[in-house]
């Protein structure tokens, strides 16, 4: 059973331009519990991530976060020329764990130890993908923001994903799935939809989709 809230949000507004994309946004996310959002795109799920994420000041409303944060987002944020193992160890350094026994659980995880001596101009866009879900992941956040996490994804890596997302909600972890595309929505406690700037609690279908 989930736990208290580890992020929760009230009343958020946000515009670009005078145009309002979300439009007074609520949301809770507790701890051991995995909630799926999905949203066509221009929806706002990318400008919602950052808020939740504190990468972007809402115009009004309030976001409080505990615990440690992980952050996916649709855009990888590596560097063409370093390797996969470079990149473990600058954010080793940047999150101040003392050992990468996690970061290397999860490549095995999810069947990428054989590339971390492999340069990332040298991957493909899945793996790119995995490698930063792996940097996301290898702190041991309690709430996890992920942003089109299986984009590129084959069958074998989406179905890993979703086994590593339910292990993360059993060790107690607060996880967040933004999507424009929700299959195996069985998976999720619950999911909502982005419509309109307002988050609505979807009916439980086997698919959602959205035009993008």
Same mark, same amino acid.
């Not at 933004?178 to 406690?189: E, G, I, N, P, Q």
């Given at each position: 059973?989930?736990?208290?809230?580890?992020?929760?949000?009230?009343?958020?507004?946000?515009?670009?331009?005078?145009?309002?994309?979300?439009?007074?946004?609520?949301?809770?996310?507790?701890?051991?519990?995995?909630?799926?959002?999905?949203?066509?795109?221009?929806?706002?799920?990318?400008?919602?991530?950052?808020?939740?994420?504190?990468?972007?000041?809402?115009?009004?409303?309030?976001?409080?976060?505990?615990?440690?944060?992980?952050?996916?987002?649709?855009?990888?944020?590596?560097?063409?020329?370093?390797?996969?193992?470079?990149?473990?160890?600058?954010?080793?350094?940047?999150?101040?764990?003392?050992?990468?026994?996690?970061?290397?659980?999860?490549?095995?995880?999810?069947? /990428?130890?054989?590339?971390? +001596?492999? @340069?990332?101009?040298? !991957?493909?866009?899945?793996? %790119?993908?995995?490698?930063?879900? #792996? $940097?996301?992941?290898?702190?041991?956040?309690?709430?996890?923001?992920?942003?089109?996490?299986?984009?590129? /994804?084959?069958?074998?890596? +989406?179905? @890993?994903?979703?086994? !590593?997302?339910?292990?993360? %909600?059993?060790?107690?972890?607060? #996880? $967040?799935?933004?999507?424009?595309?929700?299959?195996?929505?069985?998976?999720?406690?619950?999911?909502?939809?982005?419509?309109?700037?307002?988050?609505?609690?979807?009916?439980?279908?086997?698919?959602?989709?959205?035009?993008?």
């Amino acid at each position: 059973m989930a736990g208290g809230p580890v992020l929760r949000m009230r009343g958020v507004f946000k515009s670009y331009r005078n145009r309002p994309v979300l439009r007074g946004m609520s949301l809770d996310l507790h701890a051991g519990q995995l909630v799926g959002i999905v949203g066509e795109n221009g929806a706002g799920k990318s400008t919602l991530l950052r808020i939740l994420a504190g990468d972007l000041t809402a115009d009004s409303g309030v976001v409080e976060r505990s615990g440690r944060l992980g952050c996916c987002p649709q855009e990888t944020v590596l560097h063409q020329a370093f390797t996969v193992e470079q990149h473990l160890q600058f954010f080793q350094a940047a999150y101040g764990i003392s050992r990468l026994s996690r970061a290397y659980e999860l490549l095995e995880e999810l069947n /990428f130890s054989g590339y971390r +001596y492999e @340069r990332v101009e040298t !991957l493909s866009g899945g793996t %790119r993908q995995k490698l930063n879900l #792996v $940097l996301a992941l290898m702190h041991d956040p309690q709430v996890l923001l992920l942003d089109e996490p299986y984009q590129g /994804f084959d069958w074998e890596t +989406y179905l @890993r994903f979703w086994d !590593l997302a339910a292990a993360l %909600r059993d060790r107690g972890c607060a #996880v $967040l799935v933004v999507s424009h595309l929700a299959y195996d929505v069985s998976r999720l406690d619950i999911l909502y939809r982005l419509d309109g700037g307002v988050l609505r609690e979807a009916e439980r279908t086997d698919t959602i989709a959205v035009a993008s």
